[in-house]
C-alpha cells in the first residue's frame, strides 16, 4: 500500500496476491488458492493482473484495491 499511496493513488486497503507455475494455467490457479478469501470481497473496488513467464516457470501477481 505504500506504493500505491506514493504513486498517488488513494487506497484504503489492499492486498497483492501471488501466483507461481510452469504454465500460466497453474500460475492462475495459485493467485486463486491464494485469493480465495480476499477474492469475493467486494469492498476491494479495483484490480490489477500481471503474467511474467519466465524460462520454465510463469509468475502470476493480482492486486487489489479498496478505498
Given at each position: 500500500m505504500p506504493v500505491?499511496?506514493?504513486l498517488g493513488y488513494p487506497a484504503g486497503k489492499a492486498k497483492l496476491i501471488p501466483?507461481?507455475?510452469d504454465t500460466e494455467?497453474?500460475?492462475v490457479r495459485g493467485?486463486?488458492?491464494h485469493g480465495?478469501?480476499?477474492?469475493?470481497?467486494?469492498?476491494?473496488?479495483k484490480?490489477?493482473?500481471?503474467?511474467l513467464p519466465g524460462d520454465g516457470?510463469?509468475?502470476?501477481?493480482?492486486?487489489?484495491?479498496?478505498?
Open positions: 500505491l499511496q506514493t501466483g507461481y507455475g494455467e497453474k500460475a493467485v486463486m488458492v480465495w478469501e480476499a477474492i469475493p470481497d467486494c469492498t476491494y473496488t484490480y490489477g493482473v500481471n503474467v516457470y510463469v509468475l502470476t501477481a493480482l492486486i487489489l484495491v479498496g478505498e
